[in-house]
């Protein structure tokens, strides 16, 4: 599996962009595909991630509310809409797809883990300034 991950950029604080993450290659039956960060000097955490088959998401606390994530099955495309951007949203963002372990961060709530997820991307770049 293949992961492109694109539409980062710089906005204002308030501001809003949307990511994108094209998966290509092996697929699955059931799968989750997951958005995490890493902003300089931090661990990468968790995001949002959601359920293939279902559509069920999950939100780190963090975003809740502020961002959205969404599937196209036809374009085998994830997107992450992000509203009400904050300048500590700044980071690289990365997505990541996996099977039973990352179903389980999804439906079961399980600690989200970046060790749950098999595939990534290349990371796009998400600037907010103040």
């Known amino acids: 599996v293949q992961l492109q991950a694109s539409g980062g950029g710089l906005v204002q604080a308030g501001g809003s962009l949307r990511l994108s993450c094209v998966a290509s290659g092996r697929t699955f039956s059931d799968s989750a595909t997951a958005w995490f960060r890493q902003a300089p000097g931090k661990e990468r955490e968790f995001v949002v991630g959601i359920r293939w088959n279902a559509g069920s998401a999950r939100y780190a606390d963090s975003v809740r509310g502020r961002f959205t994530i969404s599937r196209n099955n036809a374009k085998n495309t994830v997107y992450l809409q992000m509203n009400s951007l904050k300048p500590e949203d700044t980071a690289v963002y990365y997505c990541?797809?996996?099977?039973?372990?990352?179903?389980?961060?999804?439906?079961?709530?399980?600690?989200?883990?970046?060790?749950?997820?098999?595939?990534w991307g290349q990371g796009t770049l998400v600037t907010v300034s103040s």
């Open positions: 990541a797809a996996g099977r039973y372990a990352a179903i389980a961060d999804i439906v079961r709530k399980t600690p989200p883990s970046r060790m749950h997820y098999d595939y």
